[in-house]
């Protein structure tokens, strides 16, 4: 079984920056793509980002130019680099990842999440 576990979450004031990490563990035969989603209260879950194995990356537009999602494929680790936070991203993070538990076997994980409040 596969546990990804996320960290680095809580407050930050307006203009701000924080950096998020989750780690996956486990079985892991290979990890596909990984990525980062928030849902704030009373919100649908949506995407922000997600990056290949190979490090190709995709942006909600509400984000792009402001974070910057990599990855260590050696520690199983997806981070998120927050820059430029205002109020409208306080939210919980959650953190997924695509990854092959086998040869044969593909299944979708997620973190329990962090939560993220920009507040002064």
């Known amino acids: 079984q596969v546990q990804l576990v996320e960290s680095g979450g809580g407050l930050v004031q307006p203009g701000g920056s924080q950096r998020l990490s989750c780690t996956a563990s486990?079985?892991?035969?290979?990890?596909?793509?990984m990525g980062w989603y928030r849902q704030a209260p009373g919100s649908q879950r949506e995407l922000v980002a997600t990056?290949?194995?190979?490090?190709?990356?995709n942006y909600a537009r509400s984000v792009k130019g402001r974070f910057t999602i990599s990855r260590d494929n050696a520690k199983n680790t997806v981070y998120l680099q927050m820059d430029s936070l205002n109020p409208e991203d306080t939210a919980d993070y959650y953190c997924?990842?695509?990854?092959?538990?086998?040869?044969?076997?593909?299944?979708?994980?997620w973190g329990q999440g962090t939560q993220v409040t920009v507040s002064v």
């Open positions: 486990g079985r892991i035969f290979r990890i596909s793509a």
């Open positions: 997924n990842a695509n990854l092959w538990t086998s040869r044969a076997t593909m299944v979708v994980n």
């Open positions: 990056i290949t194995e190979d490090g190709g990356t």
